[in-house]
């Protein structure tokens, strides 16, 4: 994006850069269902994949050697150029082009974080908390519940944070194949020759992903208040 | 009462077992220490009590029943379980920890309140002070006492303490095997307690189960019997060359019967609260051949002849 819009800038030195009438007169149409369109995109995909990485997580620390070809598989998602994914899924029969073809490449590129780092949150687990929690005599789902997803949580939430970054920074190419979003007002800007839409879809993808961060690093610290409180052990 | 009967425990892969036929038994209000070097099976051992192993052969009686008449984890709701590692949740209160088992028993709010903050107190930590800390914000002999106070909260019959106070220092050490005799004085639980320190068995124990490699039982007796009658050179060898004095850390002075002492000024005066071991250290280091002991507003005489006159009568038991 960072050499699209520079070139533009330059192209456009002589036009005034950011039109403050337009975005006045059409923010409610153009802007603000772009952004909506946005957080839909980038919500629906970080949940779907939510709710494919904690399953296949939790399994995948149970059972060791599922993990390897899990890793692989998400890997190789996760590899494939993003545009070459959102090409790949657009001529496959029953997909085609708009929102769920964007959400599906999404939801192959948050695979691979999300499901490591529920591993590695349960992995970070002490032995001996799990030890001593069954021989306290908590059940297996107990243990599960009750001491290693709480105990992964924060693990957990530092990958959606990282999936939900990645996430609304790819979901704007998601407009090259009539997904919505905030890319569609910077392509838009880009077939017209009218900087102030490449910018302000820009600007606001960037600001939503810096939020969202900000948001979700909060919500990892409220998830850990053992390791908020800082006081000395007499 | 925990009775072992023939147990064996061959993990799957093992060549050789790691338990071998054990049969002991376990007296109602009893401290029976597991103790032998490392890797001799007393972990094994204590773990397949609560079915957290399951033997290769032979069963485990609790009160005359198998321990597999009722579930795995029905079993250890009803036995307190407290390890060296501690495992504390890190992610609940010192309170919310205490109260683990309470909670799925499901005893109501005000009683686990209550009890908790009995258990606080017990443990020698003030409840106002500690119940809404984290486990990282205590000291290490702190959470070993929480770790102690979580295993009794549900006021088990029997506790299996799995080298309990093994991760602090020695002086802290001390004070939580006093500080736990004295509870159990009151509690009287059957008490399963794994160590590898002979001494704190000796301390700890009102019986022995001495362990060698590949987990046979070496011994089973009183520590008095352990250190007198050692049955093998692998036992004499395992309480070590020390075990006469190991002996007179098991009695008191105030156990003593003693003689008035008439004169004698110049001995050094001896607490009676002092093990015998340490009156002995006591009087021979200052080249004395004897003490004095205040008693009952009467100066009485401990010599080393009447220590070593202890020794002889080998049979003299602890009160
Ligand atoms: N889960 C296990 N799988 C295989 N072997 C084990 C396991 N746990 C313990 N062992 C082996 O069994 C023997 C006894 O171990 P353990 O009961 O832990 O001894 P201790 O507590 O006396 O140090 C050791 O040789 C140990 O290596
Ligand atoms: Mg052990």
């Not at chain 1, 330059?10 to 039109?19: E, I, R």
């Not at chain 1, 995948?60 to 890793?71: D, E, F, G, Q």
Request: charged share 20%; net charge neutral.
């Amino acid at each position: 994006m960072g050499s699209i819009q520079l070139a533009l800038l330059l192209q456009s030195l002589d036009q005034q850069l950011v039109d403050w009438a337009w975005i006045r007169q059409n923010y409610r149409e153009d802007i603000v269902p772009a952004v909506i369109g946005h957080i839909y995109l980038s919500f629906v995909s970080v949940a779907i994949a939510l709710a494919i990485s904690l399953p296949v997580g939790i399994i995948v620390s149970r059972y060791r050697k599922a993990y390897p070809p899990v890793t692989i598989l998400t890997g190789l998602l996760y590899t494939i150029p993003s545009l070459a994914l959102l090409a790949i899924l657009v001529v496959i029969p029953g997909i085609g082009v708009g929102p769920n073809a964007v959400i599906i490449a999404l939801v192959a590129y948050s695979l691979l974080v999300l499901i490591r780092n529920v591993v590695t949150g349960i992995d970070s687990v002490p032995a001996e908390t799990i030890d001593a929690a069954r021989g306290m005599g908590l059940t297996e789902r107990q243990i599960l519940f009750k001491v290693e997803i709480p105990l992964a949580l924060p693990v957990i939430v530092a990958g959606i944070r990282i999936a939900t970054v990645t996430v609304i920074g790819i979901a704007t190419i998601g407009a090259y194949i009539a997904g919505g979003g905030l890319g569609q007002l910077i392509f838009d800007g880009i077939d017209q020759n009218f900087p102030t839409k490449v910018i302000v879809g820009a600007v606001l993808a960037t600001a939503m992903a810096v939020v969202a961060d900000l948001l979700l690093l909060a919500l990892e610290r409220y998830l850990r208040p053992w390791a908020r409180r800082v006081r000395g052990a007499s | 009462m925990i009775e072992f009967k023939e147990v064996s425990k061959i993990y799957p892969g093992a060549q050789t077992p790691a338990v071998k036929d054990l049969s002991f038994e376990i007296l109602e209000g009893e401290i029976c220490v597991l103790v032998g070097p490392s890797g001799c099976g007393k972990t094994t051992s204590m773990r397949m009590i609560n079915r957290l192993i399951e033997p290769s052969s032979g069963e485990i009686l609790i009160d005359g029943e198998p321990n597999t008449k009722m579930s795995g984890t029905a079993l250890r709701r009803k036995i307190g379980y407290a390890i060296q590692q501690i495992g504390l949740f890190p992610h609940r209160t010192i309170a919310r920890n205490i109260a683990t088992v309470p909670q799925l028993l499901g005893w109501d709010r005000e009683r686990i309140r209550r009890r908790v903050d009995e258990l606080l107190e017990l443990v020698g930590m003030n409840p106002a002070d500690f119940r809404d800390r984290y486990p990282s914000e205590l000291s290490g002999g702190q959470q070993q006492r929480v770790g102690v106070a979580r295993a009794m909260a549900a006021d088990p019959p029997i506790m299996l303490m799995d080298e309990p106070f093994g991760a602090v220092d020695p002086i802290t050490r001390e004070r939580l095997q006093d500080e736990f005799l004295r509870i159990q004085e009151n509690i009287k639980k059957t008490i399963v307690f794994v160590t590898h320190d002979i001494d704190e068995a000796v301390k700890m124990g009102d019986k022995i189960a001495i362990l060698e490699q590949g987990g046979i039982l070496a011994q089973f007796d009183s520590p008095e019997n352990i250190l007198t009658h050692p049955n093998s050179e692998f036992v004499a060898s395992f309480v070590g060359a020390d075990r006469v004095l190991k002996r007179l850390s098991l009695l008191r002075v105030a156990d003593m019967r003693l003689d008035p002492a008439d004169g004698a000024d110049d001995l050094p005066t001896i607490d009676e609260r002092l093990t015998v071991r340490d009156a002995l250290s006591q009087i021979v280091g200052v080249g004395a051949t004897g003490g004095i002991v205040e008693r009952d507003g009467e100066r009485q005489l401990l010599t080393i002849k009447a220590i070593e006159g202890l020794l002889k009568d080998s049979g003299s038991a602890r009160g």
